[in-house]
């Protein structure tokens, strides 16, 4: 019967975790979509391949529509025998993106029980981090990769807390699926950051094993581990073994090259330099914002309201009230160290409050595991603002450098810091009065005396942007006042705002303590407030108003008077889109373009741009087939220009040009007649002999008679010997 009463708790909080987040994304409801700018990317990127696979039932595997052509490995390919996928379907049967909110709710409330917390506790606790800023707001900008692997973080971490525990029968399947769930939401990136945290942990119960000369154990718990690592990597085996073929030739890995594109030496040792790896770094005093939400101006499009010093002077302008409202509805207030933020990282101030009195109240060591992983997590989001660790990670750390962005590793702190929260609240109720008391005091008077301390040296902040030079130019000095005004406003407000939550959920203790509340009453009312907390800041930056019909979803772009004229061009060819600037999947939705959208771009297409068609050199663009180029006026109006010029799909060469490096290829394109001269690396043929020189004919031809992704059918037709070259990409894998 007890058995049977707990199944229906854990069935009524599963219900309840499915209602919240219906609820707070209650557009789907309504069939419509959120509208996320990366899948809009994305589903440009993929049209091609969703297409063949609607009219073939089959899989191409490649793509002509994306950087003159790649692998879609990592554009959402499908392949046989996906049994982990057709779980994970199972268990995002919600319509998205409250799939994925559900999912977090889900797993967290595992590693809690896991933990040990009452249901009632972990309810609260799983809602506080799925509610966690930074894991709304990659939801309602499309990473839902990331979302997606970061939901199954806290199931993985709850499998290996039970094998540490000693159930390796329970803990090992937990491990094991957990774990193909998380490599199966094909994000690698947080995968990995996700091994630190378990690299943390795994050092805390291994010392703690050593100290007790538990060897057996240790053996156990590393074969119970070895088994559900192997489990879950062969559940993943084909996309793994794709996307470890694919990364040798894409951006992630090194270049090849010496030079750079501005003709300096390439001095970098990684695949990525250290600059792209760590553009977005956050700013140290930025950390703040982790427990008062503006304090560093939010986000790049703040509403500051009609109460503030920027609507004041806008109006000053003469602008109409209307206009001055929708004005101040999107201002730049964000004036931390990364280039764009699109909302702050803020765990909550009520979860920074009781993570301050775990470190008090509970005396389990496992305490000390999370808070090293996530003090770890917040210097290394530093990223080159702490270069001493940074730099010594991206040189020395095993494939630290294939990752960019670091400031994302702080979604290990975004998991570590509501567990440390909920321990605390948990253990607070164990603990005796006085003790209460104590703990009480001493947790509230760092948590305010935070606050009070940055209230009191507020005139040390200047609260200057990077971007104000630009508006001071733009729209003068006044501008960029009002600016820092309002800034100075939002930061203030901040502090008030985390100070009155933690000041009420410090009395609220304080009631318990002096038996004036009970403890489920107490428990309560400080999960609402945690939630609230975080719930009303969330819906500042995801709302209702992000959600759009499905049809502007399903079909995000809309041909313009340029596309229609272009795609009356029957024959194959590729298109360069300008504005595109090989970073807009617009094009790719419509045509066979050069362009695309991906965080692993091909790295031969990428150098291409770089060091060849940034300069203008139309010989390349005429190689690669590019038979229309569009760009825009001042009006905006999208113009195609054809190329006539464009060698085709294929063509016949006089001479070939041999040359020993990756260098002289490239430097051989700056002034190479490419419908005359095919340039080679003579290491890349081998033992492979070519002739130098060719008989061309000028009525041989090779023409591309049937066309498929993953299949091209030429017919050649020439009286001589010839060397054609094939304006396609070159994949030797594949």
């Given at each position: 019967?007890n058995?049977l009463?707990?199944?229906?708790i854990h069935?009524a909080?599963?219900v309840g975790?499915?209602?919240?987040s219906?609820i ?6 309504q ?9 809009v990317?994305?589903t ?8 063949f696979?609607a009219?073939?039932n089959?899989?191409?595997y490649?793509t002509?529509?994306a ?13 046989p ?9 199972v ?13 977090y709710f889900?797993?967290?409330?595992v590693?809690l029980?896991?933990l ?5 506790q972990?309810?609260?606790g799983?809602l506080?981090?799925?509610f966690?800023?930074?894991?709304i707001i990659i ?5 839902n990769a990331?979302?997606?692997a970061?939901?199954?973080m806290p199931?993985?971490v709850a499998g290996?807390l ?7 029968v329970?803990g090992?399947?937990?491990t094991m ?7 199966n939401?094909?994000?690698?990136q947080?995968?990995?950051y ?13 010392v ?6 538990a ?5 156990k718990v590393v074969g ?9 990597i ?6 793994l073994?794709?996307?470890?073929e694919?990364?040798?030739?894409s951006t ?7 030079f750079n ?11 990525m ?5 760590t553009?977005y770094?956050?700013?140290?005093l930025?950390?703040l914002?982790?427990?008062a939400?503006r304090?560093?101006?939010?986000s790049n499009s703040?509403?500051v309201?009609t109460?503030?010093?920027m ?8 602008v ?6 929708d ?5 730049p ?7 764009i933020v ?5 765990i909550?101030s009520?979860v ?11 005396k ?6 999370f808070?090293?992983a996530?003090i770890?997590?917040?210097f290394l989001?530093w ?6 660790l ?6 020395y ?5 294939k990752?960019?962005a670091?400031?994302s ?6 998991l570590?810091a509501?567990v440390l929260?909920?321990?605390?609240l ?14 009480l005091?001493q947790?509230?008077?760092i948590?305010l ?11 040390s902040?200047?609260?200057s942007?990077a971007?104000?030079s ?5 729209y003068g000095?006044?501008f ?9 406003s939002m930061f ?7 100070g009155f939550f933690i000041?009420?959920v410090?009395g ?15 428990i309560?009312?400080?999960g609402t ?8 800041i969330?819906?500042n930056?995801?709302?209702s108003?992000d959600?759009v019909?499905a049809r502007e979803?399903?079909i ?11 795609l ?5 060819y590729r298109v360069?889109?300008v504005d595109?600037n090989?970073?807009?999947a617009?094009?790719s939705?419509f045509?066979k373009?050069?362009g695309g959208y991906?965080?692993a771009?091909?790295?031969r297409?990428?150098?291409l741009?770089d060091y ?6 139309m010989?390349v ?12 006026d001042?009006?905006?109006k999208q ?8 060698n085709g799909?294929?063509?016949f ?13 490239m430097?051989?394109l ?5 419908k ?12 492979l002999?070519?002739?130098t ?14 066309y498929?992704p993953?299949s091209l ?5 020439n009286s ?12 030797s894998?594949?």
């Open positions: 019967m058995l009463n707990k199944f229906y069935a909080i599963v975790f499915m209602l919240v219906c707070y994304f209650y557009p789907v409801l069939g419509k979509k959120i509208f996320q700018s990366d899948i990317q994305y440009g990127m993929a049209k091609e391949q969703i297409d696979r009219s073939n089959a899989e191409p490649w002509n529509s950087f003159g052509g790649m692998p879609t490995y990592q554009l959402g390919a499908n392949y025998h996906e049994y982990i996928s057709n779980l994970d379907h268990l995002r049967f919600l319509p998205r993106p409250a799939d994925y909110l559900f999912l889900v797993g967290f409330y590693l029980l896991v040990k917390i009452d249901p009632l972990a309810f609260f799983a506080a981090f799925g966690s800023t930074y894991l939801l309602g900008v499309g990473h990331k979302a997606h970061i939901a199954y199931m993985v290996v039970l094998v540490y525990r000693k159930y390796f329970l090992g399947i937990v699926l957990a774990a193909a769930l998380e490599i939401a094909n994000h690698f947080m995968t990995y996700l091994l630190l945290l378990l690299l943390v942990v795994s050092c805390f119960y291994f703690q094993f050593i100290k007790e000369k060897y057996l154990t240790m053996a119970v581990f070895m088994i559900a690592g192997i489990l879950a062969g559940s993943n085996a084909t996309n073994l794709a996307t470890s694919y990364a040798k030739y992630r890995d090194k270049s090849e090259l010496t594109a501005d003709g300096t030496k390439n001095l970098t040792k990684n695949a330099s250290n600059d792209y790896i553009e770094s956050y700013g140290i930025e950390s914002n982790l427990f939400p304090i560093f101006g939010g703040e509403n309201g109460d503030g010093a609507y004041e002077f806008i109006l000053s302008q003469n109409p009230e209307a206009q001055a409202k004005f101040v509805s999107a201002m207030t964000y004036w931390g160290d990364q280039p699109a909302a702050p990282a803020y909550g009520v920074f409050f009781l993570c301050i009195l775990a470190l008090f109240v509970v389990r060591r496992i305490k000390y595991a808070l090293i996530a770890l997590s917040l989001s990223g080159k603002n702490f270069p001493a940074t730099d010594f990670c991206i040189d750390v095993p494939m630290y450098n990752f960019r670091v400031s590793i702080q979604v290990i702190l975004e570590c509501p929260a909920i321990l605390g948990h253990y607070f109720f164990k603990a005796d009065k006085d003790r209460q008391w104590k703990v005091w947790s509230s008077a948590g005396g935070i606050l009070a301390l940055l209230f009191v040296f507020k005139g902040f200047d609260f942007g971007s104000d630009y508006f001071r130019e733009s000095p006044q960029v006042d009002a600016l820092k005004s309002d800034r100075k203030l407000a901040d502090l008030l705002r985390s000041f009420v410090s609220l203790f304080w009631l318990h303590s002096k038996d004036r509340l009970a403890k489920n009453t107490t309560i009312l400080v407030l945690m939630v609230f907390d975080l719930f009303f969330d819906k930056y995801v709302s108003s959600f019909s979803v399903d995000p772009f809309q041909t313009s008077e340029a596309d229609d004229m272009i009356q061009d029957t024959t194959h360069f889109e595109g090989m970073s807009s617009r094009a939705y045509h373009s050069i991906h965080a771009k091909p790295r297409m990428q150098q741009f060849q068609i940034a300069k203008n050199n010989e663009l005429n190689m690669l087939n590019v038979k229309y180029v569009i760009q825009t001042k009006e905006g113009i195609p220009t054809l190329n006539p010029e464009n799909n294929a063509w060469v006089q001479k070939v040009k041999f040359v020993q490096t990756a260098d002289g290829e430097k051989s700056n002034r190479i007649p490419t005359d001269v095919a340039v080679i690396n003579q290491k890349e043929l081998g033992t002999q070519v002739k020189d060719f008989i061309k004919d000028t009525l041989a031809t090779i023409i591309l008679q049937q498929q993953n059918k030429y017919i050649s037709n001589s010997d010839g060397l054609a070259v094939f304006s396609e990409m070159y994949y894998d594949g």
